[in-house]
């Protein structure tokens, strides 16, 4: 099956296709700058396969969390590009991606996954990999003060290995969780997002584009009104 992954959650933006059993992916590292480089990496990608979007199966999008703005630059273009070209869709959590990478870069089984979510807090989840090879959350997706994690964990995983930059804005506050020093994998990346996908479009949980949505964890805003606004 052939399938066009996109993510642009955090402050890197990345594509990966899968054609005719042969990946082409592009990353990078932009704050603020999605917008303008998303659209540009996907006709890249497709280029390099020599393929259009009406020869693949499906897209596959990162649903968050992280970014409220880059969620919604990704989940939309993820929509224009299915509507353009009538393919189905599926979210993919950049948590998870991010433990998947752990997995097939490093063959770290257990992982924990953490996002700077700002407003002093973190995205989290815990992962184990499956029989299929795919990173499974051991817990619901939270977002929570790094302070409370190891609480959060202490029955659930023993020893991990740390993804995000949540691990780098609060290293002292999550230094109790027993994980790895270096943390090597900052950020989402739509190439691990491929084999998820793919296994949730084997599962039937595809939707169409008018129904892909967002998850943002945090059910608060993210900013504070003006004075004289709240």
């Known amino acids: 099956m052939n399938y066009l992954a996109i993510d642009a959650s955090t402050e890197a933006c990345s594509v990966a296709l899968v054609y005719n059993q042969q990946t082409y ?3 990078e590292h932009c704050p603020q700058s999605h917008s303008l480089l998303l659209l540009p990496m996907v006709d890249k990608v497709l280029q390099q396969a020599g ?3 009406t020869d693949l199966d499906g897209l596959i999008f990162g649903r968050g969390p992280g970014s409220f703005t880059g969620v ?4 939309g273009v993820a929509q224009g590009l299915g509507f353009a070209s009538d393919l189905p869709v599926v979210g993919v959590s950049t948590l998870q991606a991010m433990a998947q990478t752990a997995y097939q870069q490093h063959q770290q089984a257990s992982v924990i996954a953490a996002i700077d979510a700002r407003m002093s807090e973190i995205y989290t989840c815990a992962y184990q990999v499956d029989e299929h090879g795919i990173m499974q959350p ?3 997706e939270a977002v929570m003060p790094p302070e409370q994690a190891q609480a959060h964990y202490q029955d659930v995983i023993a020893k991990a290995y740390a993804v995000g930059t949540g691990w780098g804005s609060y290293s002292e506050a999550l230094s109790g969780l027993s994980v790895q020093e270096q943390v090597d994998i900052l950020y989402p990346d739509a190439q691990a997002m491929l084999l998820i996908g793919a296994k949730e479009f084997e599962l039937g949980n595809a939707v169409s584009a008018e129904q892909a949505q967002p998850v943002y964890v ?3 805003v993210s900013w504070k009104k003006l004075p004289g606004r709240e």
């Open 25 to 27: 992916h592009h990353f």
């Open 51 to 53: 393929c259009k979007l």
């Open 72 to 75: 919604r630059i990704g989940i």
């Open 138 to 140: 051991l817990l619901a």
């Open 218 to 220: 945090r059910d608060t």
